[in-house]
T-cell receptor, first 116, second 113 residues
Framework: GAVVSQHPSRVICKSGTSVKIECRSLDFQATTMFWYRQFPKKSLMLMATSNEGSKATYEQGVEKDKFLINHASLTLSTLTVTSAHPEDSSFYIC????????????FGPGTRLTVT | KNQVEQSPQSLIILEGKNCTLQCNYTVSPFSNLRWYKQDTGRGPVSLTIMTFSENTKSNGRYTATLDADTKQSSLHITASQLSDSASYICVVSASTNAGKSTFGDGTTLTVKP
């Protein structure tokens, strides 16, 4: 149990366009979902935390207008990168927790975004 | 400031050998410590989770230890296999500040035949 999926696994988009990444908890209801960004050979950097039905909490330095997060249900969260630029190219990973902050997180397989 | 430091940064061992990865933290007050394995280009997968009262936990060939007094944890891998090649990430959560998790930078393990 505790499987998290992400879609798409890879996406290439042109500069200036927007791209949406979906994160789904397949076999459990996620109280909280997290979005991370990971640079090569670096650990995960938390971007934002979202609870179902409420606004996401963004980490310092993360532009909320650029990285739109919607947590519409207990099994689905989406991250939309708006007006993407090449510097937004990265590996984006979501995770979901059954119990919320500070508890076991189940990670998705990640989405490789390349902005040309 | 809550910090998690992992060592070594990278490690190369021969298949079949054992190895130990270290994690030191300053997160306080402590809630739990988790070890994850992350294959290249994939999301992290949980190996162990330990709370304050636990000082050893095993998951197959992986054994994690926790010393809450010295704020240290280790992950021991026995009889390494080529598939153990990955990044191993230590994550520590606080029991306050909304249980915020602090991630270590990871140890990159390479197992060679």
């Amino acid at each position: 149990g505790a499987v998290v999926s992400q879609h798409p696994s890879r996406v290439i988009c042109k500069s200036g366009t927007s791209v949406k990444i979906e994160c789904r908890s397949l076999d459990f209801q996620a109280t909280t979902m997290f979005w991370y960004r990971q640079f090569p050979k670096k650990s995960l950097m938390l971007m934002a935390t979202s609870n179902e039905g409420s606004k996401a909490t963004y980490e310092q330095g993360v532009e909320k207008d650029k990285f739109l997060i919607n947590h519409a249900s207990l099994t689905l969260s989406t991250l939309t990168v708006t007006s993407a630029h090449p510097e937004d190219s990265s590996f984006y990973i979501c995770s979901a927790s059954k119990q919320g902050y500070g508890y076991e997180q189940y990670f998705g397989p990640g989405t490789r975004l390349t902005v040309t | 400031k809550n910090q998690v430091e992992q060592s070594p940064q990278s490690l190369i061992i021969l298949e079949g050998k054992n190895c130990t990865l270290q994690c030191n933290y300053t997160v306080s007050p402590f809630s739990n410590l988790r070890w994850y394995k992350q294959d290249t280009g994939r999301g992290p997968v949980s190996l162990t989770i330990m709370t304050f009262s636990e000082n050893t936990k095993s998951n197959g060939r992986y054994t994690a230890t926790l010393d809450a007094d010295t704020k240290q944890s280790s992950l021991h891998i026995t009889a390494s296999q080529l598939s153990d090649s990955a990044s191993y990430i230590c994550v520590v959560s606080a029991s306050t500040n909304a249980g915020k998790s602090t991630f270590g930078d990871g140890t990159t393990l390479t197992v060679k035949p």
